[in-house]
């Protein structure tokens, strides 16, 4: 059974700094990963999609990396700022295409 | 890109009434649309699979009774939570996939329901 960890479940910053958020998923037979992003109250914004043939993706300040073999995504977020301050959810989508998410990572960039 | 429109955004019921929320593909057909909910600081969890024209498949101890689903359309789906109770307030969300954009996911904007 997929399993999917993100760590750490919380990080504060402060404005300005690099960072990387990490997931780990137990059962590398993925379709793609995505990173998504939720306030508060809020649906979800999806950042970042990756295919399982992928390793990376950019958008923007943003970038994500795969690495199958070893069940590990990162995010790197560049020049972080009070704006990106939200929790970030990572998620696999399995061979039915249904998605199997992480607790996610509660970030906080203090100005 | 492919948009999910879901509504209410908000909703607040008494005790054993009845919430139906609706999510629509605006630009794309969906023949699959999912259903999660999310209880405060936790993670989304996956409730069901409402497939265009069949029974939803609900995930284990989803009570397909009390959340009905129904995807009559290529772009409509509806969950409808009956006889409501406090412990049904809960954060819902839709999400449909285009399969036409590299089986990415596109969210609703989801639905904050309150039981009182």
């Known amino acids: 059974k997929q399993e999917v960890t993100q760590i750490p479940a919380a990080l504060s910053v402060p404005e300005g700094e690099n960072l990387v958020l990490n997931c780990s998923f137990t059962d590398s037979a993925i379709y793609n990963l995505q990173w998504f992003r939720q306030d508060p109250g809020k649906g979800l914004t999806s950042l970042l999609l990756?295919?399982?043939s992928q390793r990376e993706q950019t958008s923007g300040r943003l970038n994500a990396s795969l690495d199958k073999s070893s069940g590990r995504s990162t995010l790197y977020i560049a020049a972080s700022q009070p704006g990106d301050s939200a929790t970030y959810l990572c998620a696999v989508a399995d061979s039915n295409y249904q998605l199997i998410w992480g607790a996610g990572t509660k970030l906080i960039i203090k100005p | 890109g492919a948009v999910v429109s879901q509504h209410p955004s908000r909703v607040i019921c008494k005790s054993g009434t009845s919430v139906k929320i609706e999510c629509r593909s605006l630009d794309f057909q969906a023949t699959t649309m999912f259903w999660y909910r999310q209880f405060p600081k936790q993670s989304l969890m996956l409730m069901a699979t409402s497939n265009e024209g069949s029974k939803a498949t609900y995930e284990q101890g989803v009570e397909k009774d009390k959340f009905l689903i129904n995807h009559a359309s290529l772009t409509l789906s509806t969950l409808t939570v009956t006889s409501a109770h406090p412990e049904d307030s809960s954060f819902y969300i839709c999400?449909?996939?285009?399969?036409?954009?590299?089986?990415?996911?596109?969210f609703g904007s989801g639905t904050r329901l309150t039981v009182v």
């Open positions: 990756i295919q399982s």
């Open positions: 999400s449909a996939r285009d399969g036409t954009d590299n089986y990415g996911y596109t």
